[in-house]
């Protein structure tokens, strides 16, 4: 009894090995549906299409012959023209889309270096620059050889000037302080500045900047004149004209002593300005002193809200001539 049931055993157990079963994947596109259907204790074989596309004869189809197998929907074992072209066009495109990035890639790379040679060639600048400039007293960017304020078109500068005499051994002598011992007349005074502002002056107009001549009088009152830009101008070494954008001329003569004389109607006083003598007003006015025109400057001074001694000081600043129309007496 033992015996006959161990081979009944023996007939019906079956051989692990003798119960493999081989798949092939037949004639169909092996796809990723395809591929997930069989299992994956059964070895697969390759179909006879599938043979076609084992370019490295392996037995197997790796991820390009798979993506090939996967194009060849009809079986045919190869491809068909309209796919070789499809494929050629992502190829191109893929080409095309990559020369590109080079070109993009290449052109940041000279920016970076054009942005580092400016940002050298600026260090060197600065380091040039700081060398022949300092900073004044006034806060301003000076050049350490001249003392002159470097400055851009939109830059103004406003130059002194006064009535001064100049003696016979070249000394510059200011009215408004030396009034007591210097002869101020119009035959022996004039508007001046020095030499060296002189040159400032003509230098500036010429690089186009903004230039204004001011002049203070004995009372603190400031005037101040547009020379430059100027409309036209003729520079010559000794002297000089130009017209401002009024039209209004204004003559620069070097004298002796290293001073420069200024005339002209650009820096004459209008009608009702203050003056000092007659060459201070412009032509067809005289400088004289009207006891209604400082009775009125007087009165505005006491209508004013302030301390009785500014109103004192005030009246005292309207005491002074001014450039008035000639009196015509009657015959």
Known sequence: MHTIDNENRNSNSTDP????????????????????????????????VSKMYDIDGDGELDAAERAMRAMDCSNRGF??????????????????????????VFGLLALVVILAISNLGTSFAAASLAKDTTISSNAELTDKHTNEALSTQASTDSIAFDRATVTTDGR??????????????????????????????????KRGNTV??????KN?????????????????????????????ELIVEEVDGGHCKL?????????????????????????????????ECQKRCSMRRWAPHMVIECKNDCDYPSCLSYVVESV
């Open 79 to 104: 491809l068909t023209n309209d796919k070789i072209y499809s494929l050629m066009q992502e190829q191109l495109e893929t080409r095309k889309q990559l020369v590109r990035i080079k070109g993009i």
């Open 17 to 48: 090995a003798s119960a493999t079963t081989s798949v092939t994947d037949g004639d169909a596109p092996i796809t990723s549906e395809n591929e997930n259907k069989v299992s994956s204790r059964f070895p697969r074989k390759l179909s006879s």
């Open 172 to 205: 510059r002598l200011r009215c408004n302080v030396n009034d007591n011992d210097v002869d101020c007349s119009v035959s022996s005074s004039f508007r001046s500045i020095n030499k060296k502002m002189c040159d400032k002056m003509i230098r500036k107009c």
């Open 263 to 295: 005339s002209g109607d650009a820096i004459a006083q209008t009608l009702g300005d203050i003056c000092e003598i007659g060459d201070d007003c412009a032509d067809g006015l005289e400088c004289r002193k009207d006891d209604d025109v400082v009775a």
């Open 220 to 248: 603190g009152e400031t005037t101040s004149f547009n020379i430059c830009p100027f409309h036209e101008g003729d520079f010559r070494k000794f002297d000089s004209r130009l017209l401002n954008n009024e039209k209004q």
């Open 212 to 217: 204004n001549l001011s002049r203070t009088w």
